[in-house]
T-cell receptor, first 114, second 115 residues
Framework: NAGVMQNPRHLVRRRGQEARLRCSPMKGHSHVYWYRQLPEEGLKFMVYLQKENIIDESGMPKERFSAEFPKEGPSILRIQQVVRGDSAAYFC????????????FGSGTRLTVV | AQSVTQLDSQVPVFEEAPVELRCNYSSSVSVYLFWYVQYPNQGLQLLLKYLSGSTLVKGINGFEAEFNKSQTSFHLRKPSVHISDTAEYFCAVSLTPTGANNLFFGTGTRLTVIP
């Protein structure tokens, strides 16, 4: 049973390009959470999704960022027109239900904007 | 609003020595506390958690933490570390027992165990 799979592990984008980060939750997990870790900071919650629904996007920047978790396929975090300040590690976690923090995290995608 | 402070960004320690990783939080209400560990090239995994009850919490791999309400601390300890404990450790706090949208992380402490 594979864990949470995130790809790519490393992503380099030029300013103005789009970045797509993918997260495949563990089998049977229908809850997905995205976190961002900026340099020298702790992980910060971005968005919480269940299949086909955004439950909480209170941590997501209002512009350029979007997330989806379709009925089939991985969850996608999309960043349009990336800027240098988007450079960070993006982590995804999944759980079978809203549990008390035994989430399974992926290894993260490290985005570098040049 | 709640916040978490991990004062030590890096902690080197010799193998078989004891270690303490410090975590302080600020909150005006009751909180739930967690420690996560991230081994190299892996995702975060839950090490231990305090939700209620005994203030001394035991986790995986011989780690334990003590919730001290008066000092608003939740320090992580291990009496004898191994090379395999080399990792990044994150303290986190929440106002609710569930819901990742309420989980606030510290900046992490990198533990390096020296042979």
């Amino acid at each position: 049973n594979a864990g949470v799979m995130q790809n790519p592990r490393h992503l380099v984008r030029r300013r103005g390009q789009e970045a797509r980060l993918r997260c495949s939750p563990m089998k049977g997990h229908s809850h997905v959470y995205w976190y961002r870790q900026l340099p020298e900071e702790g992980l910060k919650f971005m968005v919480y999704l269940q299949k086909e629904n955004i439950i909480d996007e209170s941590g997501m920047p209002k512009e350029r960022f979007s997330a989806e978790f379709p009925k089939e396929g991985p969850s996608i975090l999309r960043i349009q027109q990336v800027v240098r300040g988007d450079s960070a590690a993006y982590f995804c976690a999944s759980s079978p239900f809203a549990e008390n923090y035994g989430y399974t995290f992926g290894s993260g995608t490290r985005l570098t904007v040049v | 609003a709640q916040s978490v402070t991990q004062l030590d960004s890096q902690v080197p320690v010799f193998e078989e020595a004891p270690v303490e990783l410090r975590c302080n939080y600020s909150s005006s209400v009751s909180v739930y506390l967690f420690w996560y560990v991230q081994y190299p090239n892996q995702g975060l995994q839950l090490l231990l958690k305090y939700l209620s009850g005994s203030t001394l919490v035991k986790g995986i791999n011989g780690f334990e933490a003590e919730f001290n309400k008066s000092q608003t601390s939740f320090h992580l300890r291990k009496p004898s570390v191994h090379i395999s404990d080399t990792a990044e450790y994150f303290c986190a706090v929440s106002l609710t027992p569930t819901g990742a949208n309420n989980l606030f992380f510290g900046t992490g402490t990198r533990l390096t165990v020296i042979p």
